[in-house]
T-cell receptor
Framework: NAGVTQTPKFQVLKTGQSMTLQCAQD?????MYWYRQDPGMGLRLIYY???????DKGEVPNGYNVSRLNKREFSLRLESAAPSQTSVYFC???????????FGDGTRLSIL | QKEVEQNSGPLSVPEGAIASLNCTYS??????FFWYRQYSGKSPELIMS????GDKEDGRFTAQLNKASQYVSLLIRDSQPSDSATYLC?????????????FGGGTRLMVKP
């Protein structure tokens, strides 16, 4: 039972490069989320998808885009990476927005 | 912005003692509360959820909720070195993004042998 799977686990980018972080869940959850975690800042919501076919901005959406590809998959794209986007990115899923969330292992992203 | 506040710690307790972790929140209408444990370099793991005033026990863990005072706490009895981690409080709040979990910054717990 894989739960929530994120790829890649680590990535180093140069400023201005683009990349997509992938997330897939096998728990048949309706809702999926992207967070970033920075030292001393806790988890901050970037974007979420309450159900297949919908996406909405969270607390810190600037510089990111998302795609809910199907019920299982939710990707996060950085179009033009900036050093301020260096962080650990977590994908999570839940049955609905008010239910407990289950997290993937995270992607450690460094932007030089 | 509705807040969820935790003391960042570190909270240091000896092995076998009770560790008490506290969390306060600003949204009076919040109904759902969760505690996550996060080991260094790992992802958050759900350990407790609580929805009603009072205590909820699960093994060595007890969650306590007081909605009138707007705080939720986590007690860990017979603390073990393996409990050393950061504990995140999460509160379901209604904000600009709808009903979403808002996380506190976490309290780092150190259990010394």
């Amino acid at each position: 039972n894989a739960g929530v799977t994120q790829t890649p686990k680590f990535q180093v980018l140069k400023t201005g490069q683009s990349m997509t972080l992938q997330c897939a869940q096998d728990m048949n959850h309706n809702s999926m989320y992207w967070y970033r975690q920075d030292p001393g800042m806790g988890l901050r919501l970037i974007y979420y998808s309450a159900s297949e076919g919908t996406t909405d901005k969270g607390e810190v959406p600037n510089g990111y885009n998302v795609s809910r590809l199907n019920k299982r998959e939710f990707s996060l794209r950085l179009e033009s990476a900036a050093p301020s986007q260096t962080s650990v990115y977590f994908c999570a899923s839940s049955d609905s927005p008010g239910q407990p969330q289950h997290f993937g292992d995270g992607t450690r992203l460094s932007i030089l | 912005q509705k807040e969820v506040e935790q003391n960042s710690g570190p909270l240091s307790v000896p092995e076998g003692a009770i560790a008490s972790l506290n969390c306060t929140y600003s949204d009076r209408v919040s109904q759902s509360f969760f505690w996550y444990r996060q080991y260094s370099g790992k992802s958050p793991e759900l350990i407790m959820s609580i929805y009603s005033n009072g205590d909820k026990e699960d093994g060595r863990f007890t969650a306590q909720l007081n909605k009138a005072s707007q705080y939720v706490s986590l007690l860990i009895r017979d603390s073990q070195p393996s409990d050393s981690a950061t504990y995140l409080c999460a509160v379901l709040q209604n904000n600009n993004a709808g009903n979403m979990l808002t996380f506190g910054g976490g309290t780092r717990l150190m259990v010394k042998p």
